[in-house]
């Protein structure tokens, strides 16, 4: 997941840069959104969905090994 991360880094500064000689100001701004901000969050977002779904099942099963002990010791 840190290799991710550093790819996520680079793009980040790629696009920067890119955004940087754009003849305006606005037309940076969309760039960096349009090229970045939407695009490496949605590619984020869905390769961090198995790191979720095991948080989730940890939290689950978690819970129900609270709920059997809590049962057992009544």
């Known amino acids: 997941m840190a290799f991710l991360y550093l ?5 980040i500064y790629v696009v920067l840069l890119m955004s ?7 037309a940076g701004i969309m760039t ?3 090229y970045c901000v939407i695009p490496l969050g949605l590619v984020l977002y869905i390769l961090s969905s198995p790191a979720r779904k ?18 057992n010791n009544q």
């Open 7 to 11: 790819i996520a880094i680079a793009w």
């Open 32 to 34: 960096f959104i349009f």
């Open 54 to 71: 095991r948080q989730i099942k940890e939290r689950e099963r978690a819970a129900l090994e609270e709920r059997q002990r809590h049962e």
């Open 20 to 26: 940087l000689a754009e003849s305006s100001f606005i």
